[in-house]
Nanobody
Framework: QVQLVESGGGLVQAGGSLRLSCAASGRTFSSYVMGWFRQAPGKEREFVAA????????YYADSVKGRFTISRDNAKNTVYLQMNSLKPGDTAVYYC???????????????WGQGTQVTVSS
C-alpha cells in the first residue's frame, strides 16, 4: 500500500509561486495515476491536475491551466505541482492522491495524503 506525504505549502503573495511535493512510500508508485486536489473552507474538494503512470499525459482543471504544472519522478517516488501566478482564489488545502485510472473524480482515488495548506494573500 502506498502512503503519501505532501509538503511545500505556505503563505505567498498574489502573483507568486510555490512548488508542492508529494512523496510516496512503497514500490508500486509508478503503477498509480497521481492527482492533485484542493479544498477551500466551505467548499467541496475539487480536481486540480492529474498525471499518467509514465508522466506522458497530464490533465488540468480549467481554473489552473497555463499556471500550474504537474510532474512526477518515478525514481524518487515523488509527484510535484508547480504553481505560478497564484491568485487569492487558489487558497486551499492541497491534497495528492493515487488512483488506478486517469480520472478527475475524487471518489476514484483510493489513497490520499494528509494535505498541505496554501494561502495566497492579495
Amino acid at each position: 500500500q502506498v502512503q503519501l506525504v505532501e509538503s511545500g505549502g505556505g503563505l505567498v503573495q498574489a502573483g507568486g509561486s510555490l512548488r508542492l511535493s508529494c512523496a510516496a512510500s512503497g514500490r508500486t508508485f509508478s503503477s498509480y495515476v497521481m492527482g492533485w486536489f484542493r479544498q477551500a473552507p466551505g467548499k467541496e474538494r475539487e480536481f486540480v491536475a492529474a498525471i499518467s503512470w509514465s508522466g506522458d499525459s497530464t490533465y488540468y482543471a480549467d481554473s489552473v491551466k497555463g499556471r500550474f504544472t504537474i510532474s512526477r519522478d518515478n525514481a524518487k517516488n515523488t509527484v510535484y505541482l508547480q504553481m505560478n501566478s497564484l491568485k487569492p482564489g487558489d487558497t486551499a488545502v492541497y491534497y495528492c492522491a493515487a488512483a488506478g485510472i486517469i480520472t478527475t473524480a475524487p471518489g476514484q482515488y483510493s489513497i490520499w495524503g494528509q494535505g498541505t495548506q496554501v494561502t495566497v494573500s492579495s
